[in-house]
């Protein structure tokens, strides 16, 4: 079992930056994927970024490509979240997911195993 807290969200004004955190708990967390996931009321839960087990494989999602940087720390077991040049329109709940492999990253919301309670993100325009 994983347990996964986030932390870091709150409000922010456009062109704002926030930086998420995603800390894990109960077992070696560098046997994991992890991905950031978010979803606005009334729209599905949708992946943001992912990052392999070493930190080495990145994904984005096109609309946060080059405002939003994924990192890890596995000695901390803690992933981050850095948003820069927030947009109204990234306003949402905020999740961190877990999926044991060390195998690349995974996109859908099926493919991860844990899940934290996720952290809200709102930017006024």
């Known amino acids: 079992q994983v347990q996964l807290v986030e932390s870091g969200g709150g409000l922010v004004q456009a062109g704002g930056s926030l930086r998420l955190s995603c800390a894990a708990s109960?077992?070696?967390?560098?046997?994991?994927?992890v991905g950031w996931f978010r979803q606005a009321p009334g729209k599905e839960r949708n992946i943001v970024a992912a990052i392999d087990w070493s930190g080495e494989t990145t994904y984005y999602a096109d609309s946060v490509k080059g405002r939003f940087t994924i990192s890890r720390d596995n000695a901390k077991n803690t992933v981050s979240l850095q948003m820069n040049s927030l947009k109204p329109e990234d306003t949402a709940v905020y999740y961190c997911?877990?999926?044991?492999?060390?195998?690349?990253?995974?996109?859908?919301?099926?493919?991860?195993?844990?899940w934290g309670q996720g952290t809200q993100v709102t930017v006024s325009s």
């Open positions: 109960g077992r070696t967390f560098n046997n994991y994927a």
């Open positions: 997911a877990a999926k044991w492999t060390q195998y690349g990253v995974a996109y859908s919301v099926g493919s991860y195993n844990y």
